[in-house]
C-alpha cells in the first residue's frame, strides 16, 4: 500500500520569502514520487518528479525537492516566493512498476504581498 | 502540440442518469488515466489505460466505468448518478512505456447532479 501526507492545507508566505511545502510518503517499493501545481479552475501540471537517480531535483518555475529516505519525505522548496506561485500544490506517490498514482489533499499557497 | 482535451467542459445532470466524458489525450501517448476530484476527498483515482487495456483501477463502485479506444481516445461512463458524484474529472495522458513517464492534465469536466 502507498499514502501520501501533505503537512498543512493552507501555507502562508510573504513575496519574496521562502516557500516551504510538506510531503511525506509511506511505500512498500522504492517510491516515484511528484510535485504538482494547480490553478483555479485548470488541470494540473508538473512541477518535478523523483525517479530514483539524484535526490535533489530541480523542476520549474525555480522550484526543487529533496527525496530523502530516512525521513521518507519529499518536500518542496522555492528560495523566494513570487505573486504567481499563489496556486494548490499536490505530492503523488506511485509505487514500483505500474500501481496507480495516490495523491495527498494538496496545499494551498497564499502569497501576501 | 496540442494538449489533452476533455468534453463536455461543464455538465449538469439529475439523480439517476448517467453520463458520459470524453478525453483526447496528447498526441502519440498511449496511456490515459481518470482522477476525480472533490472537496472533501481530493483526487482519487479511477483508472488507468494503456493500449485498450485497463492497466489500473481505483476503488470505484461499478457504476464508473471507462474504455479506451485504438487511437487511444478514452470514455468514462457514470451509470445511475447520486448527488455525491458531482466533481471534477480529470483526464491525464502519458506516454505509458514507462511508470515515471510524466502525465499531462487535461482542463477537466465539472459534472453538477442535481
New interface residues.
Given amino acids: 500500500a502507498q499514502s501520501v501526507t501533505q503537512l498543512g492545507s493552507h501555507v502562508s508566505v510573504s513575496e519574496g520569502a521562502l516557500v516551504l511545502l510538506r510531503c511525506n510518503y509511506s511505500s512498500s517499493v522504492p517510491p ?1 514520487l511528484f510535485w ?1 501545481v494547480q490553478y483555479p ?6 512541477l518535478l ?1 523523483y ?1 530514483s537517480a539524484a535526490t535533489l531535483v530541480k523542476g520549474i518555475n525555480g522550484f526543487e525537492a529533496e527525496f530523502k529516505k530516512s525521513e521518507t519525505s519529499f518536500h518542496l522548496t522555492k528560495p523566494s516566493a513570487h505573486m504567481s506561485d499563489a496556486a494548490e500544490y ?1 505530492c503523488a506517490v ?1 509505487g ?11 496545499t494551498k499557497l497564499q502569497v501576501i504581498p | 502540440k496540442a494538449g ?1 482535451t476533455q468534453t463536455p467542459r461543464y455538465l449538469i445532470k439529475t439523480r439517476g442518469q448517467q453520463v458520459t466524458l470524453s478525453c483526447s489525450p496528447i498526441s502519440g501517448h498511449r496511456s490515459v ?1 481518470w ?1 476525480q476530484q472533490t472537496p472533501g476527498q ?4 479511477l483508472f ?1 489505460y ?1 493500449s485498450e487495456t485497463q ?4 476503488n470505484f463502485p461499478g457504476r464508473f466505468s471507462g474504455r479506451q479506444f485504438s487511437n487511444s481516445r478514452s470514455e468514462m461512463n457514470v451509470s445511475t448518478l447520486e448527488l455525491g458524484d458531482s466533481a471534477l474529472y ?1 483526464c ?1 495522458s502519458s506516454l505509458g512505456q514507462d ?2 513517464d ?7 469536466t465539472r459534472l453538477t447532479v442535481l
Fill in positions: 516515484y504538482y479552475n485548470q488541470g494540473l501540471q508538473l518528479k525517479t499536490f506511485r514500483g512498476g505500474y500501481q496507480k498514482v495516490t495523491f495527498g489533499t494538496g | 489533452v488515466s482522477y481530493g483526487l482519487q483515482f488507468e494503456f492497466r489500473n483501477k481505483g480529470l491525464a511508470p515515471t510524466t502525465q499531462y492534465f487535461g482542463p477537466g
